[in-house]
C-alpha cells in the first residue's frame, strides 16, 4: 500500500484547508485510515480516523472543526479544517490507523497557518 498526502500550504487563520490522501492497494478499503500530524518537537498524533467502506460506516465524520472523508472509487480520502488556527500549523500524514499494517509515513504535507 501506499499512501500520498497532499493539499498543505500557507492558509490564513479562520480560514479553511482540504488536504487529500491518495493511496493504492486493496488494504486501504479493508482498514480504517486515519490522518496524523506532527508539529516541530511534539510526538505525532491521530487527529481523525474513518472506518472501512462497508454499508454501516458512515463515509464522512465530522469532529469539530475537522470533518474526514472517504471515496474509494477513487481511492482517497479527504480531510477539511475548517476556522484553521496557528496551532494547527504541522506536517500531516495519512496512513492505517492499526498500528500492525501502518506502512511507511513518507513526507506528510506541510500545513502552515498565519495569523
Request: net charge positive.
Amino acid at each position: 500500500v501506499q499512501l500520498q498526502a497532499s493539499g498543505g500550504g500557507v492558509v490564513q487563520a479562520g480560514g479553511s484547508l482540504k488536504l487529500s490522501c491518495l493511496a493504492s492497494g486493496n488494504v486501504f478499503r479493508l482498514n480504517s485510515i486515519g490522518w496524523f500530524r506532527q508539529s516541530p518537537g511534539k510526538e505525532r498524533t491521530l487527529i481523525a480516523a474513518i472506518n472501512p467502506n462497508r454499508p454501516d460506516y458512515p463515509s464522512e465524520i465530522t469532529q469539530g472543526r475537522f470533518t474526514i472523508t472517504r471515496d474509494d472509487t477513487l481511492n482517497t480520502v479527504n480531510l477539511q479544517i475548517n476556522n484553521i488556527r496557528p496551532e494547527d500549523s504541522a506536517v500531516y500524514y495519512c496512513n492505517l490507523v492499526a498500528i500492525g499494517l501502518r506502512q511507511p509515513w513518507g513526507q506528510g504535507t506541510h500545513v502552515t497557518v498565519s495569523s
